[in-house]
Structure formats: C-alpha cells, structure tokens
C-alpha cells in the first residue's frame, strides 16, 4: 500500500487569518481540473430543528461566502452534523431556510442539490472499484463511459490516487478511502462542499496530511466548504472562519486568530484555547473590574454586577519573581518553547500562565510570585 | 425431499472454519499429543455418527432404485424418469411457482427490510413479528384457513365480477393461491437471510451517499444496496427454491400436483422405483447446484481481494 504522501508544510496552530478574498484569488491560480464553477454563497436563516425531546438546532443563523472554508466547531451534540445535513437534503427543518446563491433550496430532493458530502464513516460503495466510485455521479447523470472514467481519473490524479483506480475498497486503507471519497464528493462539480468530521477516524499523522490537502485543493477549486469538526486545532488550522456553535445556535463565527484573541462569550472562550478564570469584582457601572491590584477595562457590555470572575489566556498573564500578592508556584510543564506554569492565589484558585522557558528557569516550584494582566479590556463570566 | 431442504439450509454460508487447526502452541508437549489425540477421536466419532445418519437413508434409498430383485442390479428405473408420465408438468409447475415465489419474496421484502434499517426500532418489531408468525402457524392450520376461504369465495362470491379472478387464481397450470401460501411459508427465511446481508451494510451511509451523488431514492437503492446484497439474495432464493420443491401438505390438500406431490402419489401407485430415482437425481442437482454457487462466489471473492 502507498502511504499518503509527506506534507509540504506543517500546520501552524494559528494560520494568519486568510479571508475570502484571499482564497477566492488563489481559486484563479488554476490547477488541471479547476475547471469549474465558482463556490456559492449558502445561508442558514433560523433554522430549527427538534428530534423528540432534543432540540438539535435552536435557531442557527450563519452566512458562509463563495470559496470560503467555514469550520462548524462545537461539543458534541450541539447540531452540526443535523446542519450539514439539512444543507446537503437529508434532514427538514422544522423552520427556518436554507438559501444557497439566495434561492431557498428547502424543498429540492438530495439527489438535485448541488452539493458533495464526505461522510464521517466510510461510504465508499463496497461493490465497485476507486474509480467507479468516484464516477458514480457522473454515471447517475448519463456521462458516457469513456468521459466517465477520464474524469475519474483526473480526480483520482487530483486527491493523490492515480494508480489506486482498480483497487476496491477493502483493499484501501482509511485515509486512501476518505481521499476516494473526497474525489467522489468532488466529481459532479458541486458549488459546495460539505465535510463531516472526515478525518476523524484516521490516525494524527495521515490526519495532519490530508488536512493540509483538503484546504489546498479547496483553494485551488474555490469551492465554498463547510467543514465539521470537534477538533479545535483543526479548525482554527484550516478554516478561514470558525464557527462555534453550542446547543443547536451560533456562538461566533470569526478567522481563527480573532476567535482566539477576542471571544464574544464565556462559552467560546472556554472552548477555544486554554483560559484561566480569576475571581475580581465589578464596579459599580460594570465598566471595570478590579482584580489582582489592578483595576481594568471590560470588554463590551456586562450586565453583571459585583463579584465576577475574568477570562483570561496563560499567555496574558505576567508573572514575577517575589511576594505580597501571596501567589506560590505549584508546578511547571515544558512546552517545547514555552514552560506553564500552574500558580496557586491565596483563594485556592489555580491560574495557568505561559513564559518563556528561559523566564520560567527562575521561577521554580515553591517561589513566592506576583501576577498582573495586560492593560487591556478583559472578559468576564459570573462566578462558579 | 426433506434431504433437499436440510442440505440447502447447512450450506448457505461459506464453510466454518475448521475448529482444530493444529495443536495449540502452548502447554507441555505431552499434554497436546493427549489432548490432539482426544480431540482427534472425537471428531472421527461426531463425523461418522454424522456420516452415517446421513449417508445410511441415501444409500439404501439407492439401492433400492437399482436393486431390481429377481434380475438384479437394473438402471430402469433412471431411464424410465424420461417417459414417466406426469413429471415434467409436475416439475415444470414448481419450478414456476418457485420462481414466482423469488421474485414476489423479493417485491415485498427488500424494500421492508431497508425500511427497516432506516426506520424506528418499533418498525423493526413488527416488521420482524411479521415475518416469524408463519413459524408458529402450523402448515396445516394455514392450508385449513386456505381452504376454508377458498369454500367461502366459491359459495359467496359466484354471481360478482370476481368469480373470474378467483377461478383464475385457483387454474391448476399456475395457482396463484399456492403461490401466495409459499411467499407465507417463505417469509421467516428469507427475512433472517435478507436481514443478515443487510447487517453487513451501513445502509443510511450509503444510500445518502448514493443520493448526493444525484441517485434518487429509488434508483441508489437498486444501483447501491442490491448489488451488495446479491449473497443474500441468492441464499434467499435457494431457500425459497428448496422449500417450494420439497413443499407437500399445502399442495396436496388444496388438490395440486407439484413435484413433491408426484413422488408421493407415484409411489403409492406403484411406479416406487422410477419415483425414488427422481429423488435422488433431484438430490444430486441440488449439490451441483450448491457447489456451483459456492465455487462461483469463492471466485469472485478471490478475484475482487487479488488485484
Ligand atoms: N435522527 C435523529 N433522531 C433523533 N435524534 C437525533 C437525530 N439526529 C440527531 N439527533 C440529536 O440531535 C442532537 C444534535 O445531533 P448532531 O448529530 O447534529 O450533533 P453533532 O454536533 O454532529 O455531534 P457530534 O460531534 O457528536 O457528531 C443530538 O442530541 C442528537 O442526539
Ligand atoms: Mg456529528
């Protein structure tokens, strides 16, 4: 079996935020089989959607813009399997619509729309060949055979897989069979293209791989993508917007780095990243908040008032050598290039914050520390 | 003909896989040389009790077709199974009804069965009570209640429209009666073997994938779902193929004279050898026939894993 060829680059935790425009120039920077028709813009106007008793979508509301990679990011069980597949014609909302290019696409079967789907699970069609699979739709459409099997090679060429034509499906390995699948999903040119947590089953490395390649043939074919995950690192390494949804309604839907540096909830900020909460107290017009000896900003409205608690990344708090706060170091983990350190208040709260391993070096376990934050607005959440 | 029925059932997978490949690498050498031994002579007594329950009735029952006493040993009977009358027409009418039972098996099975794999779990329950009532009813008890119903049509029905229809369902050339009583006595099978293909199969996964491929729900069904199915519809049919050639009590008491009912009846009106050589013809065919299947589907399994 060929394994899945090396990545070119690795993935960086955070990409610099890449916006629509962006990809949708790279889209002219043709490829052989860019042969194709730009991506479509496609909304989810409040959608809405119960199974029983569960509520599966409460509302949903996003907008993804031609050529653009949406990853849906999200705990389990918060809807994002039940709004692709509303997208793709497998499931009816209860209300709300549907709009793709601005034409509500509710009522068209799944077999009319026009968008390609990569499962979670493999669905590759057990009785016929990689190449048959991939020219399965072609097939459905009256393609002839001559042109069915060009095109299927082309796109078996275009995911990696040029000699793995006559191979069946039991004969590939996982990530071989998402990548067929990935070039079936490709095969009718949809304008858009629906990934369900594909790499999911696959192990880190063929994972990080195929990743990378998913995204540059996203680009290279300006095909607008929505992409589920439940993997943060996924998301914020792919997409060009993350959209973080929590029982069944949209978080925020951002770029990465603005996700990471300014969420607008509680929610998203837990979920994205690592946070520390830090017990202060709210002025009286819940304009500041007073914590640590400090008195800082608040970002954006609060209705909270009084004891609160502050979100804030281990890489925001400043940490230094000696007492009077009556923080004590607890523990220290090496990163690699950084070393975080677990720090305990007084109050028993325990605050993890990120140093340079050579800053860290001073600062073992047992010193005596003082913290302050970055004069900056800072979010808060009421106390648990 | 029961000899039919029992052997279609025990072949339709593929072998089992021997149990004792070897002794075990483990214990003191001595230990597996006793226990290789013991198990050794074991499997020779299972497999010539086995043998010889099986083997024993098909001999004797061959014997008797070329024992022809005061001469002795005569083929007469073989080459009378190409002049006897009333067997081809008594052959012709099952292997009609056979078929007729496949296909409408089939028709009403494998959409209930992907139904099934879609559905609730309630649809499940009943679906699969359904189909094991016929285990429980009694041939009898079904062909009592046929010809109760059938007494009732003819007494009630006779000055309405569908006094034709009726009588065309009971022309003895092709009963479509019998044909529904088979479907009946078919469906608990069937339904097992069907189910067990499907269980194979992530059936929702691959019909939606077949959709947004531009498949309608119809059409990913037959270019998806049966395709992988074709095992299971075979064994279904080879079920289905033995039970109606071997099917007795329902032909006979509604008065038709498929192949089950012509050896009987030939029997008993003296033509004894000529009826018995048919049976074991009929046995042997049946073996071909499993053999071929067998050989067939090992080919392709070998042929799809080799590239
Ligand atoms: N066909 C269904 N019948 C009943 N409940 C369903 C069905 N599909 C989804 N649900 C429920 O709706 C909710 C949302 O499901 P969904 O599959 O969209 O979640 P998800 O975000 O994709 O989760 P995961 O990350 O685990 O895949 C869940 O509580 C789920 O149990
Ligand atoms: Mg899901």
Known sequence: MTTDPAPATT????????????????????????????????????????????????????????????????????????????????????????????????????HRRDAGMVFQSYSLFPHLNARDNVAFGLKMRKTGKAERHRRADELLELVGLPTHGDRYPHQLSGGQQQRIALARALALRPRVLLLDEPLSALDAKVRENLREEIRRLQQDLGITTLFVTHDQEEALSMADRVAVMHAGRLEQCDTPAELYARP?????????????????????????????????????ATELRGEVQVLTR??????????????IVTGTTFLGSSTRLAIQLPDGTSVKADLSTHDAAALPAGTAVTLSLPDRPVLVDTRR | ????????????????????????????????????ARIRWGRGTVLLVAGLYFLVPIATTLWFTVDNSPQGFSLDAYRQIFTVPGLWPALQLSLLLAAGTIVLVYLLLIPAVVAVRLG??????????????????????????????????NDNLAPTPFYATFLYAQNANFPVVLLLAYVVMALPLAYRTLDAGMRALDVRTLLEAAQNNGAGRTRAIVSVILPNLRSAMLNTAFITLALVLGEFTVASILGYVPFAVWIVNGNSAGQGPVTVAVSIVSLLLTWVLLLVLSIGSERRNRAQSTH
């Open chain 1, 314 to 327: 281990p890489e925001n708090v400043r940490v230094t050598a000696g007492g009077g706060q009556g923080a």
């Open chain 2, 1 to 36: 003909m029961a000899g039919v029925t029992a052997s279609a059932l025990t072949t339709e997978g593929r072998p089992a896989p021997s149990a004792a490949k070897g002794p075990r690498p483990t214990g003191p050498a001595g230990g597996v040389l006793a226990g290789l």
């Open chain 1, 11 to 110: 993935v960086a935790a955070v990409p610099s935020p890449a916006g629509p425009t962006d990809s949708s120039a790279a889209a002219t920077s043709t490829a052989p089989v860019t042969d194709k028709a730009s991506g479509a813009t496609v909304q989810f106007v409040g959608l809405r959607r119960t199974f029983g008793a569960t509520t599966a979508l409460d509302g949903l509301d996003l907008t993804v813009n031609p050529g653009e990679l949406v990853a849906l990011l999200g705990p389990s069980g918060c809807g994002k399997t039940t709004a692709l597949r509303m997208l793709a014609g497998f499931e009816m909302p209860d209300s709300g619509q549907v709009l793709v290019d601005g034409e509500d696409v509710t009522r068209i079967p799944a």
């Open chain 1, 264 to 300: 607008t909830t509680a929610f998203v900020a837990e979920f994205v990243g690592t946070m520390n909460r830090i017990d202060g107290v709210l002025a009286e017009d819940g304009k500041t908040v007073e914590l640590l000896g400090q008195r800082l900003p608040v970002d954006g």
């Open chain 2, 120 to 153: 609730s779990q309630k649809l499940r329950t009943v679906v699969e009570l359904t189909c094991t009532l016929p285990l429980v009813v009694p041939t009898i008890a079904l062909t009592a209640g046929i010809s109760d119903v059938l007494r009732w049509c």
